[in-house]
């Protein structure tokens, strides 16, 4: 079965500091792998997606991630973070062949908090 | 693209009483997909169509549980005789796979349900 673990379940950054918010899977085989935010009364936005080739993915809003196979691992990064990035952010992994694809499992979430 | 639309938004009830949900999806978009999110927690899969076929239900889905897609358009998610235990966010979620079997899931708001 596939899992997440996000480690992190709250952190606090300055505004135009930087971040890296961690993600570890478990699947037995190269999965998909996703992340998305969520603000307040909103809807789970994707802010990037990995099935194949290059590991480093760029997604919206200058975010990117990177996957390593070796470690299980696909974590967020932003070079300068804005105050607007304050929300929660969920990795999730995906079943690859088509009918599983859009069947995800989440992690429990990364809250962010900005400080001016 | 109006985007995915969830009505309620938020559902109060009394314990033992049932309560429907609806969802509308991207028009045309021949997935659907319901999550739920407790507090704290990731989304957690429940169960999706593929035009009007239900194609699979998780465990979480107990018998109490009941999702229609009729005509392949809009869902309902029903749950029967409410629990405490049901207090959660609902989302729904679409997507198109009729052409690329990568295209991305879009949520919904969500219906916020508290059982008292």
């Known amino acids: 079965a596939q899992s997440v673990t996000q480690p992190d379940i709250h952190i606090t950054v300055s505004e135009g500091a930087s971040l890296e918010l961690r993600c570890n899977y478990s699947y037995g085989a190269t999965p998909y792998l996703f992340w998305y935010v969520q603000s307040p009364g909103q809807g789970l936005q994707l802010l990037l997606k990995y099935f194949s080739g290059d590991t480093l993915v760029q997604g919206i809003k200058g975010f990117e991630a990177e996957f390593k196979r070796s470690q299980s691992s696909f974590n967020l990064r932003k070079p300068s973070v804005h105050w607007s990035d304050a929300a929660e952010y969920f990795c999730a992994v995906g079943a690859t062949g088509g009918t599983s694809y859009g069947k995800l499992t989440f992690g429990q979430g990364t809250i962010l908090t900005v400080h001016p | ?116």
Not at chain 2, 20 to 39: A, G, V
Not at chain 2, 50 to 57: F, S
Not at chain 2, 66 to 92: H, N, V, W
Request: hydrophobic content about 25%.
């Open chain 2, 1 to 116: 693209d109006t985007g995915v639309s969830q009505n309620p938004r938020h559902k109060i009830t009394k314990r033992g009483q049932n309560v429907t949900f609806r969802c509308d999806p991207i028009s045309e978009h021949n997935r659907l997909y319901w999550y739920r999110q407790t507090l704290g927690q990731g989304p957690e899969f429940l169960t999706y169509f593929q035009n009007e076929a239900q194609l699979e239900k998780s465990r979480l889905l107990s018998d109490r549980f009941s999702a229609e897609r009729p005509k392949g358009s809009f869902s309902t998610l029903e749950i029967q005789r409410t629990e405490q235990g049901d207090s959660a966010m609902y989302l729904c979620a679409s997507r198109d796979d009729r052409f690329s079997t990568n295209e991305k899931l879009f949520f919904g708001s969500g219906t916020q349900l508290s059982v008292l």
